[in-house]
């Protein structure tokens, strides 16, 4: 039973956050072999202020469509965007013990 945290900017439509949760979910389902009915999913909707967002070298920025989703998971499933999981390529130290 995966649980998911979605938090956003503010501001999208019932229609679009149904939409990423739904693509969420199915992203759950293919990689954690979960059933498609289990699905535990929280929206956390912030004003753009709430969001600092600072470049540690990945180039990541702060746009209306920033959206970080959280699976309760291990280093090994983290990725901050590029399609690479940076605790695992060396680019960012979990500070983890």
């Not at 995966?2 to 503010?10: K, L, Q, S, Y």
């Not at 699976?71 to 090994?76: G, I, K, L, M, S």
């Not at 690479?84 to 983890?96: D, K, N, P």
């Amino acid at each position: 039973m995966p649980f998911v945290r979605v938090d956003m900017i503010e501001g999208r439509s019932p229609d679009e956050i149904k939409a990423l949760l739904d693509a969420t979910q199915r992203t759950v389902v293919a990689v954690f072999k979960v059933p498609q009915r289990d699905r535990y999913q929280v929206v956390h909707e912030h004003p753009a202020s709430h969001f600092i967002i600072e470049d540690t070298g990945l180039g990541i920025t702060r746009t209306r469509n920033c959206v970080f989703v959280h699976v309760t998971t291990t280093d090994e499933d983290w990725s901050f965007g590029n399609g690479r999981a940076q605790f695992l390529t060396g680019e960012l130290a979990s500070g983890r013990k």
